[in-house]
């Protein structure tokens, strides 16, 4: 069974730096097709992507935050980072996980999501 | 204001219809990159509805379906129920962007 849990800080103040964790199971990103993505929603808004990382450790980012993320893996631990700096309260929104397999970019597994608050 | 345009919501009764359209352009649809949907209900995590513009995962009612033409693509909903009610959102790739793209997202309302 594949699962993915994303874990962090609650509240953030403007211009410090987020790092959120997705550890994962049921897979491994040392195996040839895998992905790992992260994507975030602010409240009542829509999904938006923001870094990919695959398992031959190519990584990918989203073009309007591309200066201000880093995304990396430790396979050993089945875990991927991302970090994001100069948060600002326009960040805050529920931030996910999710895997993508062999072969497709569809993320087929999700995390539960973990809600970052931006404010001082 | 997203990549791939959605109509902000769709509605229908118990039993019809509905199909919600992802109009993209030639970097990311029309390039033929794979178009992915999502049913999001609320308060949880998105989950996996249609893979690779047609194919429905394991436990994926064959009530929803996807299609792609050129630019665009469409998810239908036959046979609407209550428990349909959520948002969708459609994903692709955008070879301009050099990463994936997701739709403004649809609310489905059941009348």
């Known amino acids: 069974q594949v699962t993915l849990k994303e874990s962090g800080p609650a509240l953030v103040k403007p211009t410090q730096t987020l790092t959120l964790t997705c550890t994962f199971s049921?897979?491994?990103?040392?195996?040839?097709?895998?992905?790992v993505s992260w994507i975030r929603q602010p409240p009542g808004k829509a999904l938006e992507w923001l870094a990919r990382?695959?398992?031959?450790?190519?990584?990918f980012y989203s073009t309007s935050l591309k200066t201000r993320l880093t995304i990396s893996k430790d396979t050993s631990k089945n875990q991927v980072v991302l970090t994001m700096t100069n948060m600002d309260p326009v960040d805050t929104a529920t931030y996910y996980c999710?895997?993508?397999?062999?072969?497709?970019?569809?993320?087929?597994?999700w995390g539960q999501g973990t809600t970052v608050t931006v404010s001082s | 204001q997203s990549v791939l345009t959605q109509p902000p919501s769709v509605s229908g009764a118990p039993g019809q219809r509905v199909t919600i359209s992802c109009t993209g352009s030639?970097?990311?649809?029309?390039?033929?990159?794979?178009v992915h949907w999502y049913q999001q209900l609320p308060g949880t995590a998105p989950k996996l509805l249609i893979s690779?513009?047609?194919n429905r995962p394991s436990g994926v009612p064959d009530r929803f379906s996807g299609s792609k033409s050129g630019t665009s693509a469409s998810l239908a909903i036959t046979g609407l129920q209550a428990e349909d009610e959520a948002d969708y959102y459609c994903?692709?790739?955008?070879?301009?962007?050099?990463?994936?793209?997701f739709g403004g997202g649809t609310k489905l309302t059941v009348l």
């Open positions: 999710a895997r993508s397999g062999q072969g497709t970019l569809g993320m087929d597994v």
């Open positions: 049921g897979f491994s990103l040392s195996t040839s097709g895998m992905r």
């Open positions: 990382i695959d398992w031959d450790d190519d990584k």
């Open positions: 030639s970097s990311n649809i029309g390039a033929g990159y794979d």
């Open positions: 690779g513009n047609s």
């Open positions: 994903q692709s790739y955008d070879s301009s962007l050099s990463g994936s793209v």
